[in-house]
């Protein structure tokens, strides 16, 4: 038994609890990497970095051009 009680590895299943889907922004280009992030489990693991890489892309784009594209979201 480790001191440390996080360190102990437990033979447990922790259960399949789908989180819940992110709420939507109102900027397409946002909501659609969330739906990606949402899909990430029915994903290969071979697939997800690339798929983090273009979900992150989009995210970066979005920041960047914040305010200045005037796409307002759709609640305001």
Known sequence: MSEFPEDEIH???IGDV???????????????ALERLDRLDDLEITSHPEEFDA???VLRESL?????????????
């Open 64 to 76: 960047a051009n914040a305010g200045r594209d005037g796409d307002l979201p759709e609640s305001a």
């Open 11 to 13: 033979d447990e299943p």
């Open 55 to 57: 979900i992150h892309r």
């Open 18 to 32: 789908a989180p819940e889907p992110a709420e939507a922004t109102g900027h397409a280009d946002i909501d659609g």
